[in-house]
């Protein structure tokens, strides 16, 4: 199975820039994905990571180290709507072949003014 | 085309009573998966189906809890007996083949309260 550690809270201010780590354990790694789950929402995809290296979609950007076992979502100009969890999902494919994902936690960011 | 969609979006019920929730995927989506969220707490696996394949039940907390999926469309999360530990919500996500690099998509999910 994989243990994934994010951290629970953070907060930042409007227009400044953050980094959500995402930590993990796998036996058999097969790509790292983020969502974004906005209060009595659904999660909605973000991205998607399956080798080395930083991935960029405008304000939001993910990296991926496999050997350290390391993920961050990296937010930037912050907005006030970007107020949501951000939950890190790991494919592990060492036991059985299966593409299920598992979930962190997630991590609750508040942005203030 | 509309993305996933579930019913009810709220469902209360009395200890001991039996649930039905149901999951409309992504027309096209061979893969369905079911989780369930409590409150600070991340995604649990509940069960994946791909197909024409056996479904991954592996995630089921107890067998109180069942799933089928009709046609390879609909889907329905049954759970008997309810308890209050089982009140979460549950949500349905589709991707197009469930493999790899496959997005899940998740539909808004069914809030469950358990009295």
């Known amino acids: 199975g994989q243990n994934i550690d994010q951290p629970t809270e953070m907060t930042a201010t409007e227009g400044a820039i953050v980094q959500i780590n995402c930590t993990y354990q796998?036996?058999?790694?097969?790509?790292l994905f983020w969502y974004q789950q906005h209060a009595g929402e659904a999660p909605t995809f973000l991205s998607y990571?399956?080798?080395?290296g930083l991935e960029e979609k405008g304000r939001f950007s993910s990296f991926l180290s496999r050997s350290k076992g390391y993920s961050y979502l990296l937010l930037k100009e912050l907005q006030m709507k970007d107020s949501a969890s951000y939950l890190c999902?790991?494919?592990?494919?060492?036991?059985?072949?299966?593409?299920?994902?598992?979930f962190g936690r997630g991590t609750s960011l508040i942005v203030h003014p | 085309g509309a993305g996933v969609s579930q019913s009810p979006s709220n469902k209360v019920t009395e200890k001991g009573k039996d649930v039905e929730l149901r999951c409309d995927p992504i027309?096209?989506?061979?893969?369905l998966y079911w989780y369930r969220q409590s409150l600070g707490q991340g995604l649990e696996f509940l069960i994946y189906?791909?197909?024409?394949?056996?479904?991954?039940k592996s995630g089921l907390p107890s067998d109180r809890f069942s799933a089928e999926r009709t046609g390879g469309s609909v889907s329905t999360l049954t759970i008997q007996r309810t308890q209050q530990e089982d009140s979460a919500v549950y949500l349905c996500?589709?991707?197009?083949?469930?493999?790899?690099?496959?997005?899940?998509?998740f539909g808004p999910g069914t809030r469950l309260t358990v009295l």
């Open positions: 996500a589709s991707s197009l083949v469930g493999r790899a690099a496959d997005t899940q998509y």
């Open positions: 999902a790991v494919r592990d494919t060492g036991t059985g072949g299966s593409y299920i994902p598992t």
């Open positions: 796998t036996s058999g790694f097969n790509g």
């Open positions: 027309s096209g989506h061979t893969a």
């Open positions: 990571n399956v080798l080395d």
């Open positions: 189906f791909q197909g024409n394949s056996a479904p991954d």
